[in-house]
C-alpha cells in the first residue's frame, strides 16, 4: 500500500529491498555502465597531474548539484569564487565551493575509515558551513515547487532517523555481492526517503554517490559529475524516487541511476580527453611564443586553476613573486591568459580553458602554433 504523503513515512522499508534487484534489464545497464566508468579511469589516468581534474571537475558537479536546490551561479563566478583568500563574492558560488571541499571531505576520510552515518552528517555539515545533526522537531515535509502541494512526508522521531540511517550504514558496506553500481542507487534513494537532515540532503546524498563508488574501487578520484545528467532529467529523477515511495517500482528507478552513469561517464570522459588537448596544445604554443616563461609546472598550474594567483605559482615552488608575475604576464601577451584585477588581487583567466569547461560538446579552437612559430621567425 502507497504511504500516506501526509504522514511521516516512519514504515520506510529497510535495505535490502524485499526483491531481486539484478534483473536481466538491470543487469544489461550494469554491463554499460561498468564499462563506461573503467574508461573514464582510465582517461583520467592521462593527465599526469590529477589536481587538474582534482581542482576543476567537482566544482562542476557542485554548480550542478547546487542548481538541483535551486542555488544557480555561474562556471566564472565559481572558479573566481575558488581561487578567492578572502571573504566577498557570489553567495551562491560559496555554497557550491563549499561543496567542493565537502566531496574532498569525504573522499579524504575514506582513506581512514569506511562509509558511515558519521561521514553523511560531516559532508552536510561542511556543505552548510554549520554543525548539522539529525533531524529532532516534526513538521517537515517535501512539496511541489509549482503547486504547493505535498508529494511525500519523510520519516520523523530521532530514533526512527538514528536506525535507519544504521541499516543505510549497514547496506552501504555490506560484503554481499552485488554490483557497487546497484548498491549506489538503492543507498540513493533511501538517504533521499529517509531525508535525515533540515537542509542539505539533497547535495549530501549526490556526495554519497561518489563516495560509494570510490569506496567500492570504481573511481580513484572524484571525476564522476552525475549532477549534470540529474539536472537535465529532473522531473524523471522526482518521478522515478516517488515510483520506488509509491509502488515499489525498483527496475525503473535502478536502470535510470545506471543510464545516469553511462551517459554521466561518457561525458566526462570525452571532457578529460579534450583538457588533454588543450592542455597539450597550449603547451606547444606557450614554448614558442613564451620559452622564458614556460614550464610544464606552470601550465599545469593554469589548468589546475584556471583563475589564476600569482600565489598559485609560488605554491608550486616554480618562481618567486617577481619571476611569477612576470611568467604570468608573459602568457597574457601571447593570449593564453586574460588578466582581471579582483579586489586587490590580480586573477589571471585561462579562458581558453574555462570556455571548454562550459562546453557541451568539448569543443575548443586550438592556438595557431604554425602562425605564431612564423611570427617568431620573421
Known sequence: MAPNTKRPYNALPKLPPPLDLETKAVLKCCIAARTAVAE?????????????LINTIPLLEAKDSSEIENIVTTNDALFREASQSEDGGDPAAKEAVRYRAALFAGYESLKSRPLTVRTAIDVCSRIKGVDMDLRKTPGTDLKNTFTGEIIYTPPEGEQVLRDLLTNWESFANSDDDLDPLIRMAVLHYQFEAIHPFPDGNGRTGRILNILVLIQAGLLDIPTLYLSRHIVRTKGDYYRLLQGVTARGEWEPWLIYMLSAVEATARWTNAK????????????????????????????????????????????????QRVSASRYLKQLVDIGILAEEKHGVQKLFINRKYMQLLSSDDHAFEPYPLEKLDKKRRS
Open 40 to 52: 573514464l579511469r582510465r582517461a583520467g589516468e592521462l593527465i599526469p597531474d590529477q589536481s587538474v
Open 272 to 319: 578529460i580527453r579534450a583538457v588533454r588537448d588543450l592542455m597539450k596544445n597550449t603547451s606547444d604554443y606557450a614554448k614558442i611564443g613564451a620559452p622564458a616563461a614556460y614550464s610544464r609546472e606552470l601550465i599545469e598550474v593554469i589548468f589546475a586553476q584556471p583563475y589564476t594567483r600569482i600565489a598559485h605559482v609560488i605554491e608550486r615552488d616554480i618562481a
